[in-house]
């Protein structure tokens, strides 16, 4: 059976990009070796945002589809229909990446 989530709130889902096979330097990293976990992924869903003083929501200004950077270690693991997610609050996001 296929899930689908729907974020709260200021809460956004990014599937995370894959993780590198080289190093910086260029090397190829063996599949048991020490990777860095990614720090970029593109948003899946968006909450409805942050709640003012009145309880009426405030929007987001990150889109589904988007490509993002996040910190490191930030947001929640999960594994949805076989695939790795990441749920994140919308201030885990650092940078929208645009293309130039």
Partial sequence: MAIKLKPRNDRVVVK?????????????????????????????AVGAG??????KPIPTGIKPGMKVLFGKYSGTEVKVNGEDMLVLREDDIIAIVEKA
Avoid at 50 to 55: E, Q, R, V
């Fill in 50 to 55: 942050k709640l003012d003083d009145k309880g």
């Fill in 16 to 44: 995370p990009d894959a993780e590198e096979e080289t190093s910086a330097g260029g090397i190829m990293l063996a599949p048991s070796a020490s990777k860095d976990k990614p720090q970029q992924g593109e948003v899946v």
